[in-house]
C-alpha cells in the first residue's frame, strides 16, 4: 500500500534559521506531491504542489520543494524562517491510480523561537 | 477567497447515536472528499463524492458511514451509530474537478467527541 514518512515528529528552530523538512513516500508509479500547513487553530491549506516537469517546486510564503525521484522523496525547504511559521506541515501524495485520494503523512509540528 | 465551511465545529455524542457532520464546499466545486484524524494520527481518506454516488471509498468507510448531498450546496457525512473509536477530527474537502492535479481545498474540521 502507498504510504508516506515524515521523519521529525517535532523541530524547533530560531527565526532566521534555514529549514528542511523530509518526506518520503512508497509508490513505485507516477505520484502527484503536496505540502500542506496547518496553522494553529485553522484549516489545511495547500503550500505547494508538483505534478510534473521542473522537479524544484515553488510555493508560498517562500517555501519550496524538490522531487527527487530516485529516492522517493519530496522535501520541503525555506531558507530562512520566520515565527509565523509555526504550524503542522503534512506532506501527501496522490497516485494515478486513485485520482481523489490525498494520502498523508503523519505531520512535523514547526516551532520557531522569536 | 471561497472557503469550505463546516459545522458544528465540536460534536459532542453518546456512543451509539447517529451523528450527521456537515460541509459547504465551495460554490463552484463538483467532487467532494471526506477525511479524518484521529488525535495523534494520520490525516486519514474516507470517501470521495461525485455526481451525487461515492467514486472512491476507503476500507473505514463500512456500512456505519454514509454520504449525501442533501440540496444544492450542503454535503453530509452521516454516521448511523458512533463508536468511540470513532471520536476524531473529521475534515470536509472539495475541489472543481477530480484530477489529480486538481488542488483539494479543506475545511476547518469537526472535532467528534463520543462518550
Known amino acids: 500500500a502507498q504510504s508516506v514518512s515524515q521523519h521529525n515528529h517535532h523541530v524547533i528552530l530560531s527565526e532566521a534559521a534555514s529549514l528542511e523538512l523530509g518526506c518520503n513516500y512508497s509508490y513505485g508509479g507516477t505520484v502527484n506531491l503536496f505540502w500542506y500547513v496547518q496553522y494553529p487553530g485553522q484549516h489545511l491549506q495547500l503550500l505547494l504542489k508538483?505534478?510534473?516537469?521542473?522537479?524544484l517546486v515553488k510555493g508560498i510564503k517562500g517555501f519550496e520543494a524538490e522531487f527527487i525521484k530516485s529516492k522517493f522523496s519530496f522535501n520541503l525547504r525555506k531558507p530562512s524562517v520566520q515565527w509565523s511559521d509555526t504550524a503542522e506541515y503534512f506532506c501527501a501524495v496522490m497516485t494515478y491510480s486513485s485520482a481523489s485520494k490525498i494520502i498523508f503523512g503523519s505531520g512535523t509540528r514547526l516551532s520557531i523561537r522569536p | 477567497e471561497p472557503e469550505v465551511t463546516q459545522t458544528p465545529s465540536h460534536q459532542v455524542t453518546q456512543m451509539g447515536q447517529e451523528v450527521i457532520l456537515r460541509c459547504v464546499p465551495i460554490s463552484n466545486h463538483l467532487y467532494f472528499y471526506w477525511y479524518r484524524q484521529i488525535l495523534g494520527q494520520k490525516v486519514e481518506f474516507l470517501v470521495s463524492?461525485?455526481?451525487?454516488?461515492?467514486?472512491?471509498k476507503s476500507e473505514i468507510f463500512d456500512d456505519q458511514f454514509s454520504v449525501e448531498r442533501p440540496d444544492g450546496s450542503n454535503f453530509t457525512l452521516k454516521i448511523r451509530s458512533t463508536k468511540l473509536e470513532d471520536s476524531a477530527m473529521y475534515f470536509c474537502a472539495s475541489s472543481s474537478s477530480g484530477t489529480g492535479t486538481d488542488t483539494q481545498y479543506f475545511g476547518p474540521g469537526t472535532r467528534l467527541t463520543v462518550l
Open positions: 508538483y505534478f510534473s516537469g521542473d522537479p
Open positions: 463524492f461525485y455526481n451525487n454516488e461515492i467514486s472512491e
